[in-house]
C-alpha cells in the first residue's frame, strides 16, 4: 500500500460524477474523457462509498479531511489511510466486495488537485445528500431518470441511402420547439445525465443546430461526436467552432467515384468534389474529426476503398477511418435490402486485401469485422448470457423524436408499441416513470402472443426483467408485430424471416 501525502490535496478526478440514484449512486464519466480515465463508465456504488468519495470535494490538504472521515465513519486514522488509498491515482479499475456483488470503481478516481488541469472543481457535496433506504445495487434501470439522452432533430437529410435504417418517411406536423428544447436540456442537466446525443436526419439542416448544441456545450453534457453527410463549408465550420464544441465530427464518405456514390445515395455528379474539399476545410479547421464509411456492395471492392484510403492520405489531422458493413434496416424491403448487402467472404477477401495498404497511413483504420462474426439461435440463459454491449433501452437512455413523442431506441422511431410519453407536455422524469415505460420494462407472459416461443419460455421472467433483447433485430429479424419473438441470438428463437447474418 502507498502512504499518501498528507499535505496534498486529493479531489474527486473531475471526469468522474456522483449522482444520487435513490437505492444507491450512480459514478459515471464525463464525455470526452481523457486517456488516463476509464472512458464510458457507469456503475452503481453503495452510498457510503460516495460519501467518503464527497469529501474530497473541497480544497484542502489530506491531513485536513483525515480527521473528518475518521469522526463521519467511526474508524481510526489507520483504517482510513488503508481505505482511502487505494482509490488514490489507481492505475486500472478496482472493486470491492458487497452482499449484492463486487462494487466497481474507474481508473484514477481520486487524484492530486494539481494534477486535475483546467478540469479541476471543489463540488463541495454533502455527506448528507446520498441518505438512502433500501439498498439496491443490482438493478439496472436508473430510478432517478435517465442517464442518457438522445434528440432526433429532424429526419429530414441531404441524401437518399439505399441502406439507411432511419425512418425518414415520417411527416413532422408539428416540430418540437426550441423553447422545448432549451427547457428539457436544463431539466436534463439538473438531473446530471452523461451525455445528450444529436443526430438526424441531417442535425445540420435544423435551424437552431446551434443554439441547440451550444448550450450542451456550456453545461458540459454534450455529444461525444456529431455525424453528417453534408459537405461541409468554411460557414459550417466556423458555426460548429463558435458554440465550443470540442467533440468529434464524423464524415460519413463511402466512396470518391461519383456513379457509386450517386448510384447508393441519390446525390448529384458533384457531392464526391464537395465533400473532398469539405474535408480538406475541416482537415485545416483544428477540429477533431473521423471517417466512416458504410460498406455495400456498391463499395465492397479494393479499387474503391484504395482509391478513397488515397484521398485521405492527403489529410494531416485525421482520427480515424472506420469501415462497417451495412446492417438490416426495419425501414427497408429485406428482399431490396439484401442484395445491397455483402457476404462475410466478400467482406473478409476485400479486408485482407486492403489491410497491407494500412501500414503506408498515419491514421488508424478500423475494419468492423465484428458484426460479420456475431453468432444467432446459439446463447443459452436468456439476455443476461448475449455477448456484446448491452442494451441501454428503459435502463440508462430514452430517444426523443422530432415530434416530441419518446421511444426507447434510435432505430424503433414511431412503432407505437415503444412509445412511452411525450415531452411537449411531460417532463423527462415522467415520462421515465410513465405507465407505458413501466409496463415495457415488467411485461408479463400474458402480454406476450402465443405464436412467440418466449411466452411459455422457463427462462422468461430472469430474460425479460434483465433487459438485455435487442428489440430492433428482433423487429428487423421477424417483422413489425412479431416485436415480443425472442431475440435472434437466443437459442430458442425460430429461423429468422429477415436474415441479420452476412451469410
Not at 177 to 201: C, F, H, P, Y
Not at 291 to 304: A, D, E
Not at 359 to 380: A, H, M
Not at 429 to 457: F, G, T, Y
Request: proline letters at 5%; charged letters at 20%.
Amino acid at each position: 500500500m502507498k502512504i499518501p501525502e498528507m499535505n496534498k490535496v486529493y479531489v474527486l478526478n473531475p471526469h468522474y460524477h456522483l449522482r444520487h440514484d435513490i437505492h444507491r449512486v450512480a459514478l459515471f464519466s464525463s464525455t470526452g474523457t481523457d486517456t488516463d480515465c476509464s472512458r464510458n463508465w457507469h456503475t452503481f456504488i453503495h452510498p457510503l462509498q460516495a460519501v467518503m468519495l464527497s469529501f474530497f470535494t473541497y480544497d484542502r490538504p489530506l491531513q485536513t479531511t483525515l480527521p473528518l472521515l475518521c469522526d463521519f465513519f467511526c474508524r481510526s486514522k489507520e483504517e482510513m489511510i488503508k481505505w482511502v488509498s487505494d482509490f488514490i491515482d489507481n492505475p486500472t479499475p478496482i472493486y470491492t466486495s458487497s452482499q449484492q456483488g463486487e462494487i466497481y470503481f474507474p481508473k484514477r478516481i481520486l487524484i492530486e488537485a494539481e494534477k486535475a488541469g483546467k478540469a479541476l472543481r471543489f463540488d463541495r457535496l454533502q455527506a448528507n445528500s446520498f441518505v438512502w433506504k433500501k439498498l439496491d445495487l443490482t438493478t439496472k434501470r436508473l430510478y432517478s431518470g435517465p442517464l442518457l439522452l438522445t434528440f432526433m432533430l429532424t429526419n429530414q437529410c441531404v441524401t437518399h441511402c439505399k441502406y439507411c435504417y432511419a425512418d425518414t418517411s415520417t411527416q413532422i406536423k408539428s416540430p418540437l420547439t426550441t423553447q422545448r428544447m432549451m427547457e428539457l436540456i436544463k431539466e436534463a442537466s439538473d438531473l446530471q445525465v452523461q451525455q445528450v446525443n444529436l443526430i438526424g436526419g441531417e442535425i445540420f439542416l435544423h435551424k437552431d443546430w446551434k443554439i441547440i448544441l451550444k448550450e450542451l456545450v456550456k453545461r458540459g453534457i454534450a455529444p461525444e461526436f456529431i455525424s453528417t453527410k453534408m459537405p461541409v463549408t468554411q460557414k459550417l465550420l466556423q458555426d460548429v467552432q463558435e458554440t465550443g464544441y470540442q467533440g468529434i465530427v464524423q464524415i460519413s464518405l463511402d466512396a470518391i467515384h461519383s456513379e457509386i456514390l450517386t448510384a447508393s445515395l441519390g446525390v448529384n455528379g458533384n457531392y464526391a468534389k464537395e465533400m473532398l474539399h469539405g474535408l480538406q476545410l475541416l482537415d485545416d479547421s483544428g477540429l477533431n474529426y473521423q471517417i466512416s464509411s458504410v460498406l455495400t456492395n456498391y463499395n465492397c471492392q479494393l479499387n474503391v476503398l484504395a482509391e478513397l484510403l488515397h484521398e485521405l492520405s492527403h489529410l494531416k489531422h485525421i482520427r480515424d477511418w472506420r469501415i462497417i458493413p451495412a446492417s438490416n434496416s426495419i425501414y427497408k424491403e429485406y428482399n431490396v435490402f439484401s442484395h445491397l448487402k455483402p457476404t462475410k467472404a466478400q467482406i473478409t477477401k476485400v479486408f485482407n486485401q486492403i489491410r497491407p495498404l494500412l501500414t503506408q497511413v498515419s491514421f488508424p483504420v478500423i475494419l468492423g469485422k465484428e458484426v460479420t462474426d456475431k453468432n444467432y439461435q446459439d446463447t443459452w440463459g436468456g439476455s443476461r448470457c448475449f455477448k456484446g454491449s448491452e442494451c441501454s433501452a428503459l435502463t440508462t437512455h430514452i430517444f426523443i423524436l422530432p415530434d416530441g413523442k419518446v421511444t426507447v431506441c434510435e432505430q424503433l422511431y414511431w412503432h407505437p408499441q415503444f412509445i412511452i410519453g411525450n415531452v411537449t407536455t411531460q417532463s423527462l422524469k415522467e415520462v421515465w416513470h410513465s405507465p407505458q415505460a413501466l409496463h415495457l420494462c415488467s411485461l408479463s407472459r400474458q402480454d406476450i402472443n402465443k405464436e412467440s416461443p418466449c411466452r411459455e419460455c422457463r427462462l422468461f421472467e430472469d430474460c425479460f426483467s434483465y433487459q438485455n433483447r435487442c428489440w430492433s433485430d428482433i423487429i428487423k429479424a421477424y417483422g413489425k408485430d412479431c416485436w415480443d419473438f425472442p431475440d435472434p441470438r437466443c437459442c430458442f428463437a425460430p429461423a429468422m424471416k429477415n436474415k441479420l447474418s452476412y451469410d
